[in-house]
């Protein structure tokens, strides 16, 4: 193993404001993304803000998948870190890109446990 994890950061506008908003679908979007990664699942939590948004984490035996939704800017903060060489977290992150429907989505790979962060230049998908 060259790294002790990879952690994909991605910014998602232009996402279908509905489902940013419903707590349900989005807890759905994130344990399927993880297990569509091959990730082991420890715990879920999320928690639906007034009058919207919502913010939660998916722990995996890995290291963990969150979210952070602004539906009234069609925008999602994305947070997926894998630990071992095994989990590509960008599996993950492309699921949720496409299940939130993100119409632009920006995102960085940063190698952990390597000493000095250097962060290589983001991907649009």
């Known amino acids: 193993m060259d790294t002790m994890g990879?952690?994909?950061?991605a910014e998602m506008w232009d996402c279908n404001i509905n489902t940013l908003n419903d707590m349900g679908q989005i807890e759905k979007?994130?344990?399927?993304?993880?297990?569509?990664?091959?990730?082991?699942?420890?715990?879920?939590?999320?928690?639906?803000?007034a009058?919207?948004?919502?913010?939660?984490?998916?722990?995996?035996?890995?290291s963990h998948l969150t979210i952070h939704s602004f539906p009234e800017h069609g925008y999602a903060s994305i947070d997926v870190f894998t630990c071992g060489d095994?989990?590509?977290?960008?599996?993950?992150?492309?699921?949720i890109s496409e299940a939130l429907e993100s119409g632009n989505c920006e995102k960085v790979e940063l190698p952990r446990g390597m000493g000095p962060i250097q962060v290589p230049k983001y991907n649009v998908l």
Not at 51 to 62: F, Y
Request: net charge negative.
């Open 6 to 9: 990879r952690h994909v950061i």
């Open 29 to 49: 979007i994130f344990v399927d993304a993880a297990l569509k990664a091959g990730a082991e699942i420890r715990e879920v939590a999320f928690h639906k803000f």
């Open 51 to 62: 009058p919207h948004g919502v913010s939660g984490v998916v722990i995996i035996s890995e």
């Open 86 to 95: 095994i989990i590509d977290p960008n599996v993950a992150c492309d699921y």
